[in-house]
């Protein structure tokens, strides 16, 4: 369990789970830790060019500046979170990061990236789900993010998970996709559960 608190603010603990894929392939949903930011660097320098742009808005590399924002300088309510896959050898892989930043008003700013190999298999769902989990159980007011209005995966994923997205009016080629907090808690009781394959368990 992963737990981080400065002089104000004290985090919402994050418990490791065991997610199951269709193929009985075994994952594991954890946060972020420091020893993580090499692996961080390697799951950055892999997603193809689209990914890549559609996550962090450039075609080229990454900053390490972007990179170590991962893991370390984060306030305590903020969520860095990684799925991993282990390797036969032992070796563990990232294969999706998603992660929230707490702004001034309460709100967390979240974004979401899976490994292009394992996209389409319900993990971007699920990872933004868990996100709203942590958010709601830290009391906080509301989710955004801003996605290109381009990516019509990311977008019919927010809606489907309650967020509503609208064209950011400054910049056409942007969407801000916002969430209030206390209306999910009231949806959530009246949803279906996630359709996806992935379970915890
Ligand atoms: C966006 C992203 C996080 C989604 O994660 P994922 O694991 O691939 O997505 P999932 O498998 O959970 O969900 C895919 C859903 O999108 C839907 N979808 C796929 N392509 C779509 C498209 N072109 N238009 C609309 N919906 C689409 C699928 O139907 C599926 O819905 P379903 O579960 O009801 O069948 C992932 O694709 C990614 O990392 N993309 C690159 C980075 C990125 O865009 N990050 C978001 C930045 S804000």
Redesign the pocket.
Known sequence: MSRVEDDNQVATPISEENWTGRSGVRLTLRAARGADQAGLRMFVDSLSRE?RY??FLTGGRVTDEIVQGFVSHRKARDVALVVTYREADGAETIVANAEYVVNEEDVAEL????ADA?????????LIQRLQQLAGSGQLRGMR???LSE????L??MR?CGFSARRNPEDSFLHEVSLTLAEARASAREHRMP??WFAAH
């Open positions: 990914s559609f996550r974004a979401v990236v899976v394992w996209q389409g298999q319900g993990l971007g769902r699920r993010g801003d996605v990516n019509r995966r990311m019919a994923i489907d359709r996806d």
